[in-house]
């Protein structure tokens, strides 16, 4: 099995192979998603809780769709209305939650490395729904998914990273996953946006729309976060539009066929023209969110089964170690 | 009583010099070296180890007042003793700071009444550390106050900050600044460039340590106050720092041991205990603060000791507390640097204990007759894996948790009282 991963914390720590595994299994569950009848008992009797620490609706419902189709014990922390409010530390709800004997806990959070601090307390499989300007492993790989189905392939493409790449997880994950199957990336934004040490990430840089989007397959658009700005990092939002809106004009400097991604949500005459969004011709903005939900069937399904296989061997361990104790007696 | 210690290695930071020798004490000095141990003087044969001056460690925190779970004056002279300390000049970013000749006499009280070794406290610069008003500099200096600094914060408003230096300056009185801007550094927890940008972590550009350096010499070229720069620990800084001291500026600068010791892939998966004031830097700037340590650009060893509890580490990295303990991994981590070939014993030791003395005009640090028998007594070849609930310190956020280390501490003597012994060591739990 190429994933054999415990946790789903990153795209650094997956190997490609493993990559295009959980993309081949995401890929079946497009087609099973598009059925009629579309549940199946795969993770029955697990549990699996999403715990987000940020506001969320599309990868906190994503999550629970996907548990639920598979006929998972789905549980929903909201956790402004919890104990976090009172000042419980990251850790102890860990312990709290680990206590209860999950299988699977999907985790949102503000700070960077906080899902892998939270990985390292419990025993069940944890799955990084996106932490801090760290990393967000599920949304990569449902990009990925559609780059793949949409261009048929995912080497050898020039991908346009566009916008706020300092605060992007999304923009991090698609580096490191682009990188490893051997696409060409170019970061284009203001250079107030675009991270330290971007060259050294491989990656090409550029500070104009005309020049990133050139010969571009794929143009990916990205969210301004505003409220993770911690001041003035561009004049305005007019300005922003201006230069690095995503609009017909700007679009025609890349490839003819190049197709036009956001995670969402979007921010309409901020960084993508709303027509242009709707665009079904070459906006597949869509189609990312129909992927995301195979993706992460695909990932709480492998996780699963890792999961269960570790807990096989640590049984036959156990009865193995009982049995020798049993001879010596 | 003599005591004459036989059979050592006698590591000199004035000389520079290391050499086979015997050191006599009394009556709390250095009373004669390489003599033969006069008659009825009790014999210690220190079976071919190092013998040098006891480590003057400027900079360390102590939890008193306020934040005595973290470390009391009790513990950390335990642990400096252990670790070869033999005196602690203290900060004073307490709480509440010490920024009064009260408090400062509150400090000294508790200090001479708990530590085994030499307290020697810092004043605030600014009342409450918050940058507005200078500290009484007069007074405090005449209650003993070592030298006069923030702490890990600067003096943001130069108007202010030239003022303190001015009015110091007058009275010969020493600043210790901590050189970054604080505007870029705030809320940062790495260095910026590829590894924090990979992690996602807040980050300051390493640029920020030269632009609050460049500042504060500018300040003291106009005011020509004494100044010491706390951390220096970017090769960018260096420079700024040659050029200062080609023009006679009074001027120095002190790096902590994990700034020489430590990069930031240390970090690695968010490990807290790595989380340090300034963050640690990239492998390149390691290198040439090293080589500013073994050339004396940079004059000061310091073990930044920054005691800090489980609560405070066991958050998400950025949202930790920084800082490290070092008063017990300082000296093996130091001889990492001279294991690997990068400094000489004496130079080491010239870094530990003679310059921090010299720059507070203290007599300890030298292994001259009538010099304080302030010693340490060290097997530098000896290994261990360092085991952090084996500290002494109240805290344990060390980073070398789990690293093995070279370098153990067989006896520390403060005034001519020995007030370690190896064996302690090996008979707590």
């Not at chain 1, 029955?44 to 598979?70: D, W």
Request: glycine fraction near 10%.
């Amino acid at each position: 099995m190429a994933f054999a991963a415990r946790h789903l914390l990153g795209i650094e720590q997956l190997p490609a192979a493993a990559i295009v595994a959980l993309l081949d299994a995401a890929g079946d569950y497009v087609t099973f998603n598009r059925q009629p009848l579309r549940r199946r008992d795969t993770l029955a009797g697990m549990t699996v809780i999403t715990l987000f620490y940020e506001p969320s609706t599309r990868t906190q419902a994503s999550f629970e769709l996907a548990g639920k189709r598979l006929g998972a014990d789905v549980m929903t922390m909201a956790v402004a209305q919890s104990s976090v409010k009172k000042g419980e530390t990251l850790i102890d709800t860990a312990l709290t939650l680990n206590a209860m004997r999950p299988d699977l806990i999907v985790v949102r959070h503000p700070a960077s490395g906080a899902v892998n601090l939270l990985a390292s307390k419990v025993d069940c499989a944890v799955v990084n729904a996106g932490d801090g300007r760290h990393e967000h492993p599920t949304q990569a790989l449902l990009d990925a998914l559609t780059i793949r189905r949409r261009k048929g392939r995912l080497e050898g493409l020039t991908v346009a990273i566009c916008g706020d790449i300092a605060h992007s997880r999304v923009a991090r994950s698609n580096i490191l996953l682009l990188g490893k199957l051997g696409n060409r990336i170019r970061l284009v934004g203001p250079p107030t946006l675009i991270p330290a040490g971007a060259g050294e990430m491989g990656c090409e840089v550029a500070t104009d729309m005309a020049a990133g989007l050139a010969d571009a397959d794929v143009v990916m658009m990205l969210r301004l976060q505003k409220e993770r700005m911690d001041g003035a990092f561009i004049p305005s939002e007019r300005e922003y539009y201006h230069r690095f809106g995503l609009d017909a004009e700007k679009l025609s400097r890349a490839r003819p066929d190049a197709i036009v991604m956001h995670p969402g949500p979007m921010n309409r005459g901020v960084e993508i023209d709303g027509t242009l969004a709707d665009d079904i011709n070459r906006s597949v903005i869509q189609d990312q969110v129909e992927m995301g939900v195979a993706v992460r069937m695909a990932a709480l399904d492998l996780l699963a089964r890792n999961l269960r296989a570790g807990r096989a061997e640590a049984a036959a361990a156990a009865a193995s170690a009982a049995a020798t104790g049993a001879d010596h007696g | 009583m003599t005591l004459a210690i036989v059979n050592v290695r006698l590591v000199d930071p004035e000389a520079l010099t290391e050499a086979p020798g015997t050191l006599t004490l009394a009556g709390g000095r250095i009373v004669a070296r390489d003599r033969p141990p006069p008659a009825g003087a009790r014999i210690l044969d220190g079976g071919g180890l190092c013998l040098a001056p006891g480590i003057v460690d400027l900079g360390v925190k102590v939890g008193e007042p306020g934040e005595r779970h973290k470390e009391s004056f009790r513990t950390a002279g335990l642990a400096a003793a252990a670790g070869g300390g033999t005196t602690l000049v203290t900060r004073p970013d307490t709480h509440p700071p010490i920024d009064s000749p009260e408090s400062l006499e509150f400090v000294a009280r508790r200090a001479a009444a708990a530590s085994p070794v030499r307290i020697a406290p810092m004043a605030a610069l600014t009342r409450g550390r918050e940058g507005r008003e200078m500290v009484e500099i007069g007074l405090l200096r005449d209650a003993g106050a070592a030298a006069f600094s923030d702490g890990l914060r600067q003096v943001e408003s130069t108007r202010v900050f030239a003022r303190c230096l001015t009015y110091a300056a007058g009275l010969g009185a020493l600043v210790i600044g901590h050189p970054q801007d604080a505007g870029l550094a705030a809320g940062a927890a790495a260095t910026a460039g590829r590894f924090a940008s990979l992690r996602g972590l807040p980050a300051v550009a390493a640029m920020a340590e030269r632009i609050g350096l460049d500042r504060d010499l500018g300040l003291v070229a106009m005011t020509r106050a004494r100044y010491h720069a706390d951390q220096i620990t970017t090769a960018a800084s260096l420079p700024a720092l040659a050029r200062a001291r080609a023009e006679g500026l009074d001027v120095t600068a002190g790096v902590s041991i994990h700034h020489v010791t430590l990069n930031e892939f240390d970090i690695g998966d968010y490990r807290t205990f790595f989380r340090l004031s300034p963050p640690l830097r990239s492998e390149a700037d390691r290198e040439a603060v090293v080589a500013a340590l073994a050339d004396g650009l940079i004059d000061i060893l310091c073990s930044m000791h920054d005691p800090q509890d489980e609560e405070s580490k066991r958050l998400p990295f950025e949202e930790a507390a920084a800082g490290a303990v070092g008063l017990e991994t300082f000296l093996p981590a130091a001889l990492r640097l001279w294991h690997g070939g990068a400094l000489g014993l004496a130079r080491l030791f010239r870094a530990m204990a003679l310059n921090p003395a010299r720059r507070l005009g203290l007599p300890q640090g030298r292994l001259a007759v009538g010099a304080p028998a302030d010693l340490v007594l060290f097997d530098p070849d000896a290994p261990f894996v360092l085991d952090r609930f084996r500290l002494r310190s109240k805290a344990k956020n060390t980073p070398f948790d789990g690293a093995r280390m070279q370098g153990k501490v067989r006896a520390t003597w403060v005034g001519g009282r020995q007030v370690f012994a190896a064996g302690d060591a090996d008979a707590r739990p």
